[in-house]
């Protein structure tokens, strides 16, 4: 019965065109991406991290769309799998099936995962073909939050853990954005609170600091306050965390996920659908 | 004679207020039930218990006798049903929608899957227009979809929630005639809810007329003492009063 269902929920992935969108909007993103590098690149030395190379274009690109592009296409696809199957309608089809609601939503999660996976993975393919391409080669840059030059085994080992949790960041994300869309009544519930959360982010964030101003930005205790927030982690964490610097935001990204999952879960599999 | 619905003291009560009150009744083998009552009278209420998707808040509902609660998925696994109404995907193919639906059909292997979803497009009669987007079909044509997705697992049971809706004659009379063959040849039993008693209820050979969720009177449509003039319409209307 599983494989059904996982075949099932993929192919209802790929009937949407709008996700089929957003996995094209990655290149659009890639070229924004790419034009802002090379501006960025005429005022900066090849040693300094804002300078673009086809060694680290991967990194800095991830790093400054993941949490706007990336962020909305997992709201996107939040709405069109959870909010619009669910509340629609759609799903009472699949409700009043002889098939089980718990398999049925463990097959959405893992089908939901793959394709933020894809669209992780393509833009990774694309920003580095880009860069091959159009960016000055070098044998050695430099990563965030690390002193010094790197080569490429480095660069790959950093790439993997931050792309890791970037990737994590975005299940967690997505964990958040799939309760609001079982519990909203409407798409611009889901949009007006999934706003809401990244904006209280910011508001933590500088709250944090604000109380921890005398501390260095890089205190153990400064990082673990953040790491409560997605947004942060997005924005720093993910860096710090492939720089070796701490796991702290690792297990907090784990931690939330796993809290909002089983929201989600509790809440897919209610007893009485749309009551 | 075997009970494939049988509804045994079930209340729902939503918001506070008890939308069913103490209902109890049962659909036999082979009958084409009619479930009537205004709007309101808690139709999709009942259904939705029915078809598991919501939860009695006292009784229970047994399918083929399987309580539907306690044993879900082998209580539902020969039911087709429509709940409100059939939503699919607009922008994809009629063909393709039920070719997505089917795969839910456990237990069939895709060959089977794929000739099923041919076989409930030609009793529909949507074969020719199946490769139509959905968005580009009538009400009535979604209405047959929708019937369509509802036959897929070869059910022996099917619970339809106000089909009639937005049929306009022809249809209706479609519909009427599509139902009396599904009955008569695959020997399929119906439970059909309406707020009015319309064309479609002439083919009823049993009634359940509900009213603030309470059954107001259950029989089979020669109990029902009927002038010939004094039509099934204006009985309903008297037992509503
Ligand atoms: N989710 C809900 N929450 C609260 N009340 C509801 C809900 N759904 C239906 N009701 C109420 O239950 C009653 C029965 O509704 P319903 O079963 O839809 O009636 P029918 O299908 O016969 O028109 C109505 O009074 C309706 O307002
Ligand atoms: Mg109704």
Redesign the pocket.
Known sequence: MFKSLIIYEFEKFWFKKINIVCLIAILIVNFLSLKFALQSNKAAEMTDIVFSSSLNFHITSLQEMLLTAFNAIIITFCILSFHEEYRKGNLRMTFMRGISIRKLYIAKSLVMNLNILLTILIHLIISLLIALIILPKTSSSPLYFKEGLYTISDVVFFSIRYYFLAYLSLLTFGSIIEVLSIKCKSVAGVLGLSLGFVFLNFIYISYVSFLLKDYPISDPMVLKYNSISLVFVQAKGAAYFAAGFTDVFLYSMIIIYLIFKSLSYLAFTNKNYL? | MKSMIEVQNVSKT??K?K?IQNMTFNVMKGDICGFI?P???????LMKMATGLIKPSEGEIFINGINVQRDREKALFEVGAIIEVPVFFEYITGRKNLRNLARLNIGMDRKEQLKKVEEVLELVGLKDRGNDLVKNYSLGMKQRLGIAQSLLNNPSIVILDEPSNGLDPIGMKELRELILSLAKEFDITFFI?S?LLDELQKICNKYIFIKEGCIKWIGDVNSLVIDKEKDLEEVFLDFME
């Open positions: 009551e | 939503l918001n207020r939308v009552g709007n309101g009278a808690g139709k999709t209420t809810s707020h």
